[in-house]
């Protein structure tokens, strides 16, 4: 793979792929994180001299839709680059409107085009549609690591028509921090997996087992693994058509010789929102009238354990209902845990854990945080991702 700072820029037109998919509360962004990691190679393309082109989806619309506009993202970029840089939005992403911007745009301009996926051309990889997209361009970056897993007309259909290709400055970073969990990890290596279904995490579990010396488990999911070795779990959530397969990951566990380590202890209720009553179980089994919703006292203090001596720590998945703050303590432990290891390689693996991390201002103690939800949890599954395979020169 070619990164853009090995490409000559100068004059060029720089379309470049960003995942500019934040969360919205109306037309207001939660979280800028993806759009100021993007920040690095937008500047390092206007400072080689590049006419920058931006392309992002936005949302799932089923077609053009004035709430998924990209507008207030084009407004914070602005904010973020500050005035030295002209940013213009375009009203769509393909068409004689955007071609004429196109022409017209200058060295040290950004264009950003409307969402993609105002057209189903752009999920269908449609061939015609990527011509267009490929036109506007002499160079191609991809800088969506957080997209990289779909192979859409922007992330993959348009790639071989664009004449130069390569990769951007956050998407390398991904690639090397997550690609070194996987194929040279500094031991011990410890995993922290989470979230509420063991569906969701079944390929991870078996890619990362070989892998770590330890692999710690909470959320949800904790507790049909609990279920799968005999011990009661109450009213917690439990995918029953998943007990088998936990049953299996645990054997397959023991024959590797990794520990995969349970709560041993809970902090439950009687009901998963705000209103019910904490009861700290500090047993592994949970009283017939209680659900587990955060791993306990004892388990936080042996997980902490666990990430403290270890020398790469990979994490997904909170460890209980963090968005609830009685609930949070297992979540920050770990947050805090791989924080507080400077001599580990720490890498968080988007979506909730990343949103957890930030929140709690820790995600610049870290070694890194990834940007992706679905892209990183299928890197870690092992699988290649379209958007990465588009980038590579034969
Ligand atoms: C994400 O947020 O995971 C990416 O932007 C991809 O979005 P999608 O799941 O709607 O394809």
Redesign the pocket.
Known sequence: IRYIDDMQLTGKRVFIRV?F?VPLEGRRITDDTRIREALPTIRRALEMGGKVILAS?LG?PKGPDPKLSLEPVANRLIELLGPKHEVILADDCVGDGVRKLVKDLKEGQVLMLENLRFHKEEEANDDAFSRELASFADVYINDAF??AH?AHASTAGMVPHVKEKGAGLLMRKELEYLGGVMKNPAKPFVAILGGSKVSDKIKVIESLLPKVDALLIGGAMAYTFLKAQGIEVGKSRVEEDKLSLATRMLEAAQRLKTSLVLPVDHVCSTEPTDKGPVREVVDRAIPADLMGLDIGPKTRAMYSEHIKSAKTVVWNGPMGMFEIGKYAAGTRTVAESMALNKDAITVVGGGDSAAAVTQMGLANKLSHVST????SLEFLEGRELPGVKALETK
């Not at 992706?372 to 892209?375: F, I, N």
């Open positions: 995942d998919n989806h799932r957080g997209t779909r992706g939800g679905g892209a």
